[in-house]
T-cell receptor
């Protein structure tokens, strides 16, 4: 079975541009979470979606937005890019929502570089 | 809020040496605790977990015990191999939500 997939693998943008990152969860998983991992740091929680609804949001500005589609795939959008948005963006899927802990399976990430 | 603190700096050790990585946490309530591993060029993988006090998580020779009294979840392995070279992250999750709070991670380099 395929794991969590993310696209693109790498991306280079300039300041002020907008970017869209994509994630496909493991088949049967209904929850998707997004994390930002700055070089040398641990991942930081950005969003969680379950059954196409936002179920949690981390401490990120409104320039960050996301959505989940009927097939449970997800997109993360970042507007007005800043140099500080350069990071590895990780997507994680899990079978259920946020009622209890269930293991999250991480994708390989999208490396975003903002110049 | 919830937070996880890992010991500073990379860890370099020889093959077959004993590995310890310290992790302490701050959380309201009774979180679940995890160790994740990130091999070069790969995504995060769950290494082990513990969901209540005094639980011991174990996998691939690694162990960690949930110590509520010291709010700690230290990772140990008795005899490391070169293939254990990776970045190790301690993390917690509150009951009632599925979001993970991670420590900064520790780079482990095992020398033959």
């Amino acid at each position: 079975d395929a794991g969590v997939t993310q696209s693109p693998t790498h991306l280079i943008k300039t300041r002020g541009q907008q970017v869209t990152l994509r994630c496909s969860p493991i088949s049967g998983h209904k929850s998707v979470s997004w994390y930002q991992q700055v070089l040398g740091q641990g991942p930081q929680f950005i969003f969680q979606y379950y059954e196409k609804e936002e179920r949690g949001r981390g401490n990120f500005p409104d320039r960050f937005s996301a959505r989940q589609f009927p097939n449970y795939s997800s997109e993360l959008n970042v507007n007005a890019l800043l140099l500080g948005d350069s990071a590895l963006y990780l997507c994680a899927s899990s079978p259920r929502g946020a009622d209890t802990y269930n293991e999250q399976f991480f994708g390989p990430g999208t490396r975003l570089t903002v110049l | 809020g919830n937070s996880v603190t890992q010991m500073e700096g990379p860890v370099t050790l020889s093959e077959e040496a004993f590995l310890t990585i310290n992790c302490t946490y701050t959380a309201t309530g009774y979180p679940s605790l995890f160790w994740y591993v990130q091999y070069p060029g790969e995504g995060l993988q769950l290494l082990l977990k513990a969901t209540k006090a005094d639980d011991k998580g174990s996998n691939k020779g690694f162990e960690a015990t949930y110590r509520k009294e010291t709010t700690s979840f230290h990772l140990e392995k008795g005899s490391v191999q070169v293939s254990d070279s990776a970045v190790y992250f301690c993390a917690l999750s509150d009951r009632g939500n599925n979001r993970l709070a991670f420590g900064k991670g520790n780079q482990v380099v095992v020398i033959p």
